[in-house]
């Protein structure tokens, strides 16, 4: 007993060893995923870095290396070279197959913003005008040809000035450019304090060029969606715009490479859902954040880190299809039943018809006793050969159970030792 008792001690604090080691030294392996995010001052990328300080603050396992970047084909190159794990990119940026949707981050507006005093009133009045836009090749550069391609404007009759958008907004507002061109949220810190504020200081008017046939874009590139911008988003004062305007809006998203850890991706958008109070504090454009599942023309597969996150508050097949397999489950107990009932009546039948043999033979067995004649004695002796006989073959013919033939093979033989014996003692 004693030696029992000691190996339960010692198995005891091996637990306790192992159970402290596990809590307090051992070494939590972090893992860094780098994300390129566009410029140092757009929204997107002050949006990750938000992600980021929470995420340090709220996971042991993860940290966002947040990485300044050109734009989203600069993004999907760099993923599918290996240069970072994430991105944040524009859904009309084309893509390869090992790229994964991880979250809806927020929309980026078409915003055509012009000189109050100027001659554009409207999109055809870019015609014979000076029009900042985004750099060649970038995507918003692509979403201004868009709009010239859908209203059918001679792109030779437009005077653009390709150029980073702070060199556009400068353009704007020293008079070298009528209009800029953005394709930014309407968060967009550079679209708020910069140039509002800077032609505000300036004294100079703007106003926003609503797109009016942005619904009719979107049929024609579904990636795009017509929304509306209310009076006073950007300056409730003046207000700006002046009043409700529309405009196409194109998603941005956040994505991952296919072979980045279901398990990071996993962690990566639990702490962004759970802790979205803590991320709205510190910047408001994170309350668009959404399940991408959910967003309208996404051509990209979701992460399966990101799918294991978002479906779980999905039904299980079990419980999704929960009545349906009821009613199979109880037509499977009915036809059950049924078989049983059916088999049980069968056996009974069959060892009814057993007990008639059993009968015929104890007939013999009880006549056998009250003669001693030979004559009556032999035909009693043929009469249980053939009670033998039509007993084979109704167990042939399964009428009557192993069992029932068993038990009327005894008494039949028991009964024809009887009959030779009194024949015998005759001769």
């Known amino acids: 007993m004693r030696w029992i008792w000691?190996?339960?001690?010692?198995?005891?604090?091996?637990?306790a060893a192992a159970g402290w080691w596990y809590v307090y030294e051992r070494k939590v392996e972090v893992i860094t995923l780098k994300v390129a995010s566009g410029a140092r001052d757009s929204d997107s990328y002050l949006l990750m870095s938000e992600v980021a300080e929470v995420l340090q603050r709220h996971s042991q396992?993860?940290?966002?290396?947040?990485?300044?970047?050109?734009?989203?084909?600069?993004?999907?190159?760099?993923?599918?070279?290996?240069?970072?794990?994430?991105?944040?990119?524009?859904?009309?940026?084309?893509?390869?197959?090992?790229?994964?949707?991880?979250?809806?981050?927020?929309?980026?507006?078409?915003?055509?913003?012009?000189?109050?005093?100027?001659?554009?009133?409207?999109?055809?009045?870019?015609?014979?005008?000076?029009?900042?836009?985004?750099?060649?090749?970038?995507?918003?550069?692509?979403?201004?040809?868009?709009?010239v391609d859908h209203y059918s404007i001679a792109p030779e009759g437009i005077r653009t000035l390709s150029t980073p958008r702070e060199k556009g907004a400068m353009a704007l507002l020293t008079g070298k450019a009528d209009a800029i061109f953005l394709l930014n949220s309407l968060r967009d810190p550079f679209l708020l304090l910069k140039l509002m504020e800077e032609a505000r200081l300036r004294g100079i008017g703007l106003h926003f060029v609503s797109i009016e046939q942005a619904e009719a874009m979107s049929l024609k590139r579904p990636f795009l969606e017509a929304r509306k911008v209310v009076r006073g988003a950007f300056d409730g004062g003046l207000p700006m715009p002046k009043r409700d305007i529309f405009t196409p809006s194109v998603k941005r998203y956040l994505v991952a490479g296919a072979d980045v850890a279901d398990e990071s991706i996993h962690e990566l958008v639990k702490i962004i859902f759970e802790n979205r109070l803590d991320l709205l504090i510190r910047m408001s454009l994170t309350s668009a954040i959404t399940n991408p599942q959910d967003a309208n023309g996404a051509s990209l597969p979701v992460h399966a880190g990101a799918a294991r996150f978002y479906d779980r508050d999905k039904p299980s097949f079990l419980q999704e299809n929960a009545e349906p397999m009821a009613l199979v489950v109880t037509i499977l107990a009915m036809l059950i039943s049924a078989s049983l009932g059916l088999r049980r009546t069968l056996q009974n039948r069959a060892k009814n018809r057993g007990d008639v043999y059993n009968d015929l033979v104890l007939n013999i067995r009880r006549r056998t006793h009250d003669t001693s004649k030979a004559v009556e004695l032999s035909g009693m002796m043929t009469e249980l050969d053939t009670i033998l006989e039509t007993a084979v073959q109704a167990l042939d013919g399964d009428k009557i159970t192993e069992e029932g033939f068993q038990s009327f093979a005894f008494l039949w033989q028991a009964t024809k030792d009887t009959l030779q014996e009194k024949l015998s003692a005759q001769a």
């Open 61 to 147: 396992t993860l940290r966002l290396d947040v990485q300044e970047s050109r734009n989203s084909s600069e993004n999907i190159s760099a993923i599918n070279l290996g240069y970072v794990d994430l991105a944040t990119i524009q859904a009309n940026t084309p893509a390869y197959t090992n790229v994964k949707l991880v979250a809806d981050l927020f929309p980026d507006y078409f915003l055509l913003v012009a000189r109050e005093n100027g001659p554009i009133k409207n999109v055809l009045d870019m015609k014979g005008n000076r029009i900042a836009i985004p750099e060649d090749g970038s995507t918003g550069s692509m979403a201004f040809w868009s709009v």
């Open 6 to 15: 000691g190996l339960i001690f010692a198995v005891i604090l091996a637990i």
